[in-house]
């Protein structure tokens, strides 16, 4: 017999059935109050960004302290989101590489308009940015391309990311073929850069800086542009702290 709703443990907890086991976490991390948070928003995420690559050189529970969720929108003002690595980060803003023919980079050229967070659940910290996609200069794509390994190289020349594809096969086949059009020489410029490859970054209006605590009482610090300066330039930016 159908037990019914009511009764079975996760309806009782009120989450879908499954996500009741999940166990509750009590945030206790060091929280974030204005006393100690710098005054650009570029100091306070080099320092919260530098934190987490060193938890993650030093502890498994930080697995890609990069990994960094995008958002976009698409033509019929649907939202999109997907997690890419950040490959650049200073006073301009976050930064990604990707194909410029998928299909974030479409959303992107059609409305610039762009979101992205950095998520460490296990130091109880994020930071989330909202802005404006620019293109990364070409020479600055390069010289990060050709400091991919060869194989992933070869891969941004495979890939006609977003597209359909037959089967696995068909992108075996196809990663074969650029390996036998540019073969291994152990240098850095084996492998050309696509001209559909490149890099997006956030130039951004907002960074909020969110720090979990006990009993769900978080810290939310967030930076909102009043000028035309970038994310080192203190003059630019309103700190206001918000509800958890
Ligand atoms: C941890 C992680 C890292 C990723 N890094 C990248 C990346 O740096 N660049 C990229 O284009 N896609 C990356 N991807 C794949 C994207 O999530 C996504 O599948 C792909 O970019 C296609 O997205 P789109 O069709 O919305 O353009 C990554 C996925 C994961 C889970």
Redesign the pocket.
């Known amino acids: 017999m159908d037990t019914p709703a009511s009764r079975r443990p996760s309806a009782a907890a009120g989450a879908p059935d499954g996500l009741a086991a999940v166990r509750r976490v009590d945030y206790s991390g060091d929280g974030l109050v204005e006393s100690d948070v710098s005054d650009s928003p570029f100091l306070q995420a080099r320092e919260w960004i530098d934190a987490a690559v060193a938890a993650a050189a030093e502890r498994e529970d930080v697995p890609?302290p990069t990994?960094i969720s995008v958002a976009t929108v698409d033509p019929s003002g649907a939202p999109?989101v997907?997690?890419?690595?950040m490959r650049f980060f200073d006073e301009r803003g976050p930064g990604?590489?990707?194909?410029l023919d998928?299909?974030?980079?479409r959303h992107l050229r059609a409305n610039p308009r762009v979101a992205a967070a950095l998520t460490w659940p296990s130091l109880y910290r994020a930071i989330r940015f909202r802005g404006t996609a620019q293109l990364v200069e070409r020479d600055e794509v390069e010289a990060y391309f050709d400091s991919r390994p060869y194989g992933s190289r070869l891969s941004a020349w495979a890939s006609d990311?977003?597209s359909p594809a037959a089967d696995r096969a068909e992108l075996e086949r196809r990663w074969q073929e650029v390996l036998e059009r540019f073969p291994d020489t152990g240098g850095a410029h084996d492998v050309p850069v696509p001209d559909f490859w490149g890099g997006w970054r956030v130039r951004c209006d907002e960074v909020e800086f969110w720090a979990g605590r006990r009993n769900r009482l978080h810290d939310r610090i967030v930076f909102r542009r009043t000028g035309e300066g970038d994310l080192a330039d203190a003059s630019a930016w309103e700190r206001l702290r918000l509800q958890p």
Do not use: Y
Not at 96 to 99: K, M, Y
Not at 102 to 105: E, G, I, T, V, Y
């Open positions: 890609e990994a999109d997907r997690t890419v690595l990604f590489v990707t194909n998928s299909a974030k980079s990311q977003s």
